[in-house]
Nanobody, 123 residues
Framework: QVQLVESGGGSVQPGGSLRLSCQAS????????MAWFRQAPGKEREGVAG???????TYADFAKGRFTISRDNARNRLHLQLSSLNPEDTAMYYC?????????????????WGQGTQVSVSS
């Protein structure tokens, strides 16, 4: 079973940036889709962005123009560049993967999950 480990979270001021990374213990080329989800306290987990093996990307509306997802299959890594952050982006961010290519960001479709990395945005 491939394991996913996130890193790069932290505390930033509004307008700031962070780069999240997800290191897989095995080959990411096995996954048709890899994605980032987030969950804020008291809220349901929601999809942020997904990327298919051939780098076709999907973004939630709130992420478009601010966040960029990328994957490096040679290094078994997934990244999420966060910019123009605001307090509403405060959440635990999770890396997830599935073997199918569908990247419609439904959490129930993903079978492999990381433990999460916390992002906090406040002044």
């Amino acid at each position: 079973q491939v394991q996913l480990v996130e890193s790069g979270g932290g505390s930033v001021q509004p307008g700031g940036s962070l780069r999240l990374s997800c290191q897989a213990s095995g080959a990411t080329y096995l996954f048709g889709c890899m994605a980032w989800f987030r969950q804020a306290p008291g809220k349901e987990r929601e999809g942020v962005a997904g990327i298919e093996f051939f780098s076709i990307t999907t973004y939630a509306d709130f992420a478009k123009g601010r966040f960029t997802i990328s994957r490096d299959n040679a290094r078994n890594r997934l990244h999420l560049q966060l910019s123009s952050l605001n307090p509403e982006d405060t959440a635990m961010y999770y890396c997830a993967a599935r073997h199918g290519r569908d990247c419609r960001l439904a959490s129930s479709d993903f079978s492999v999950w990381g433990q999460g990395t916390q992002v906090s945005v406040s002044s």
